[in-house]
Structures are given as C-alpha cells and as structure tokens.
C-alpha cells in the first residue's frame, strides 16, 4: 500500500532522550516504563517492549525515535503518551530506533 505525502507528515516522528526507565511488572509482555525528554514538548511517558535486548542501565541517555502524535494508551495501570519505535529481528526482540548523531530533543523527522 502506497501513502500521500500529506498522509506522511500527518505523523509527527521525533526524537527524544531516555531519562528515566523502570521495570513494568503489570505489562502483560515483559517491558519497561520510560520517561523520554522530547525538549519542548516535554517530558512523555511510554511503555516499550525492549527488555530482551537493553538493560535499563544502558537506556539511560539514549537518544530514540517515537511517534508524538498517536492519543494515549492505557497499558495496565500506565498511561503511553508517545510510541518508541523500533524493528523487531524476528525472535521477539526488539532493536530501537536511534540516531547515529545527537540531535536536539524534540526534532522532527523529515
């Protein structure tokens, strides 16, 4: 399925600092909780499936891409304000979404 350019900028892709990470024992699939700088859009919340392959030590800091603009989901008793977006390898685990460079929190993907 093909999209319109104006479909495509209807998401808004940004990128957002990891600073605060936290075991999700209620989350059905194993998961963390994270609390992502996204500059001036503040501070957003996400649960993220990505325990297989990152420890919550390593995540600390880590710049990752998230999609802003979805509403909020309710998993379990938390509230996911913004997608971390990532590929799964085919065994479950998931490889984040990153940049090779630092950029400032907050910046669109174009």
């Not at 892709?13 to 936290?22: C, K, L, N, P, S």
Request: charged share 20%; aromatic share 8%.
């Amino acid at each position: 399925m093909t999209i319109s350019w104006e479909n495509f900028e209807q998401v808004e892709i940004r990128i957002g600092t990891i600073i605060e990470v936290a075991d999700f024992p209620k989350a059905k699939k194993p998961a963390y909780q994270l609390k992502i700088d996204l500059g001036t859009m503040g501070i957003k919340q996400s649960s993220a499936q990505i325990t297989k392959l990152y420890t919550k030590e390593e995540l600390i800091g880590k710049q990752v891409v998230c999609v802003t603009n979805f509403p909020p989901k309710q998993i379990a008793n938390f509230i996911s304000e913004v997608l971390v977006t990532g590929f799964d390898r085919g065994d479950g685990s998931i490889v984040l979404t990153t940049v090779e460079q630092q950029v400032p929190n907050g910046a669109r993907l174009f």
